[in-house]
C-alpha cells in the first residue's frame, strides 16, 4: 500500500513557528533560501527571529556564531553543498571549535538535488563534517520525526547539522512517535540480516524488507537516523544477533553512516558489511527518481544486495 506523505519544508517553517511561540530564542538565517526552504510566511510573521543574508554562506556562519555567544540559537539554511564544502572554515573554527550553539540546515542531500545537478549534489556532505569533533549530523525520516527532534536538537548544546529533502516525503512513524537523539529505531525485527538506513533510504529499506520476507529472508531494519553520534550498541547488536549488515544511504559509501559503522566494527568479531550508496563518482543531472535508480539505491536493489551478500557465510574476524 503507497504511504501518505508530507512537505518536510512546510512541516519544518511550522516547527520552527512553534519554537518561537513557546519562546526559544532562536533566530532562522537563510543564504537566499528563504523561499526554498519554505520560510516566506514565517519571515514575515517573524521579523526578530529571522534574517536573510543574501548569498554569503560563509559570513552567514560567522554571523551565527555572533548570535550564538548573545545567547540566541541561529538556525543557518543552505544547500547542502555549500553548508559542508563552502563553510566549512567557518563551521569548523567560528562554531564548532568555539563551542557555539549553531545549528546549520542542509538542503537536498544526495540525489534529491535531482535538476540542480552535481553542482548541487551533498553527497559527501557527512563524510566532511563528521570530522568535526563533537558534531551532532541528524537526518529525519519524515513529518514526524521531523518536527520532534528539531526542537531537540535546539535544546542540545553545541554545533549540529541536519540534513534533509524540502518536498514530498513517505510518512513512516505515526502521530506521537517519540524519538531519542543517538538512538537508532529498530522498525522490522529479523536475524538474517540487519538494513541499516537513514533518511530518503528508509521507505526502500522496509519496502526491500517486506520483498525479502516473501522469500523467507527475515530483515532487521534500523533507522539510523542521527548519523553522529552513531548508536553503537544498536550496530553491536546487529552485529551479534544476524548474518549480514547492509548499510545504505542517500551520501557516499566513504565516510558516512557505513563508513561509521566499518569504523566501529574494525576491532571487533562481525559478519560481512556491505555499504550501498553513491561511489567514487560526480553528481549528474536528472530527476530524483533517475539518480536513485542511477546509484542503486531503489527496493530492488538493496533486495539484491541483501541476497548477493547472504551468500558469503562466514563472519569477518
Do not use: W
Request: aromatic fraction near 8%.
Amino acid at each position: 500500500m503507497p504511504r501518505t506523505t508530507q512537505k518536510l519544508s512546510k512541516v519544518y517553517a511550522q516547527t520552527h513557528q512553534k519554537m518561537v511561540d513557546d519562546g526559544k530564542p532562536t533566530m532562522v538565517i537563510t543564504a537566499d533560501f528563504t523561499y526554498g526552504m519554505g520560510l516566506l510566511d514565517f519571515a514575515a510573521a517573524n521579523p526578530d527571529h529571522f534574517l536573510n543574508m543574501g548569498i554569503a554562506e560563509q559570513n552567514m556562519a560567522s554571523f551565527a556564531a555572533g548570535l550564538a555567544t548573545e545567547g540566541y540559537i541561529p538556525f543557518i539554511h543552505a544547500f547542502g553543498v555549500f553548508v559542508s564544502r563552502r563553510m566549512l572554515d567557518q563551521l569548523y573554527i567560528s562554531c564548532a571549535y568555539a563551542g557555539l550553539n549553531v545549528k546549520a540546515v542542509g538542503a537536498d542531500p544526495g540525489y534529491t538535488s535531482g535538476h540542480n545537478g552535481g553542482t548541487h549534489m551533498a553527497m559527501e556532505d557527512v563524510a566532511i563534517l563528521r570530522s568535526i569533533p563533537k558534531a551532532l549530523i541528524v537526518e529525519p525520516t519524515d513529518a514526524q520525526m521531523l518536527k520532534e527532534v528539531v526542537p531537540m536538537i535546539a535544546d542540545y548544546n553545541g554545533f549540529s547539522y541536519i540534513r534533509f529533502f524540502r518536498g514530498e516525503a513517505p510518512d513512516i512513524y505515526p502521530e506521537g512517535t517519540s524519538f531519542t537523539l543517538g538512538k537508532a529505531i529498530q522498525l522490522r525485527d529479523g536475524t538474517d540480516l540487519t538494513i541499516i538506513a537513514g533518511g530518503r533510504t528508509v521507505a526502500d529499506a522496509l519496502e526491500a524488507a517486506d520483498q525479502l520476507s516473501l522469500k523467507g529472508i527475515h530483515a532487521r531494519v534500523l533507522d539510523m537516523f542521527t548519523i553522529k553520534p552513531l548508536d553503537e550498541e544498536a550496530v553491536l547488536h546487529a552485529a551479534s544477533e544476524t548474518g549480514l549488515i547492509l548499510t545504505v544511504e542517500n551520501a557516499s559509501v566513504s565516510g558516512g553512516i557505513g563508513g561509521s559503522v566499518c569504523e566501529f566494527l574494525a576491532d571487533k568479531p562481525h559478519p560481512p558489511v556491505i555499504r550501498m550508496g553513491r561511489g567514487d563518482v560526480f553528481g549528474e543531472v536528472a530527476t530524483a527518481s533517475e539518480l536513485k535508480a542511477h546509484y542503486h539505491l531503489t527496493a530492488a536493489d538493496i533486495v539484491q544486495k541483501a541476497l548477493d551478500g547472504l551468500s558469503l557465510e562466514k563472519p569477518v574476524n
